[in-house]
DNA sequence: CGTCTATTTGAATGTACTCAAAAGCGGTGG
DNA sequence: CCACCGCTTTTGAGTACATTCAAATAGACG
């Protein structure tokens, strides 16, 4: 039994406690030490993932070695390279743990049958891919319609303790700035 | 009964001819001329819809009037606001018809309605929101990792037939890029 | 055919990037 | 516990990609 997790599922959805049971049975723990990887570009992947303890950030690598970070995800949140497990394809994005990390795998299989033996998860997993939805459209639309002035103070408004958790330079990629601009933003601004 | 929003749900779920005449009757079909709106900022808005002909361009308006496009909807899609559906506040964007469009309202209510007595309805809105999410997230990859020239001639490939559909000063809001920098780029290469 | 808007063209500007090097900080081991 | 080492952050100069503003041209629609 998995209490951060349960609590999790259970601002969405109800469960018996044989549910519950049932649900934590399906899920494997993964510890992951600080710089390892959850996942590494071009590995197979079938899984989602749950954060218990520590932070994990997730990245593409272009043609020339060049990092992008798409997201950070710690105590609470879920992760995972879902585009390339639902595809049944190699892993294109990487996930590193940033600090020594704790998180519970659920496989894409599980999944399924876990909605189908228990329907309400199939409405918790909605609400999950729609909230997912909802932050990725809102980031996107703050990189078309925000300098980075602005991106990286509402990042700092939204997110206040993340900026004292992972490296600047990630940060900087994230928002969609070197790391040297942003630097020089910080000695501008506050 | 719509023959292609049933199709599009077809997809993923299979219905009885009792729950798609019960799903059919949830809708509200709507028309709209040439530059109407399907939805204006600052209107309430509590529906999602499918898109059964026509096209219809999504954004968003910041403090000094600068519009920036978030998205483009056609025939099989579906587009609302959905951020502000579910919170049950006002539109932050507008939904503008490039074209007489024909739309296929579906309201929250309804949609939970749906959910609780045609529980595949659950499993269909998880899919169409992981795919939303998918396409967010790839959108907003190529926003950071690739350079204007690069987000256009992916988009070429992706959507050839959206290219002659909708004006070229909304595809580049769309791809992060002034009008007058896309003009540019199309003259020096292809 | 005429008007209105979209697109193209061009020049000047600016925001953000690259490259390089110094300074700061943290983790590790002595 | 301190000192060293390596990585992160800062600083600065030069540059480039993309923007702004303005005007001319082209294209669409009535």
Redesign the interface.
């Known amino acids: 039994m998995y209490p951060a997790l349960l609590a999790n599922v259970a601002q969405y959805i109800s469960l018996t406690s044989a549910e519950q049971a049932y649900f934590s049975s399906l899920l494997v723990p993964l510890r992951v030490a600080r710089f390892g990887y959850v996942l590494q570009a071009g590995q197979p992947t079938r899984s989602l993932f749950f954060v218990v303890r520590g932070c994990v950030r997730t990245y593409?690598t272009?043609a020339h070695g060049?990092e992008?970070v798409?997201g950070f995800a710690w105590e609470g949140w879920w992760g995972g390279d879902?585009?390339s497990a639902?595809a049944a394809r190699p892993a294109t994005l990487t996930i590193q743990a940033l600090e020594t990390t704790e998180v519970l795998l659920l496989s894409l299989e599980r999944l399924e049958q876990l909605?189908t033996r228990v329907?309400a998860f199939?409405?918790f997993?909605?609400l999950l891919?729609?909230n997912?939805?909802?932050l990725?459209?809102?980031?996107?639309?703050a990189?078309?319609?925000w300098p980075a002035a602005e991106r990286y103070a509402r990042f700092c408004r939204q997110y206040p303790r993340l900026r004292q958790r992972v490296a600047q330079k990630y940060i900087a990629?994230y928002l969609?700035m070197t790391p040297e601009f942003l630097s020089a933003l910080r000695t501008r601004h506050g």
């Open positions: 593409a272009d060049q992008t798409l879902a585009a639902m909605c329907p199939e409405r997993f909605r891919f729609q997912a939805f909802l990725e459209q809102r980031q996107r639309l990189l078309l319609q990629s969609g």
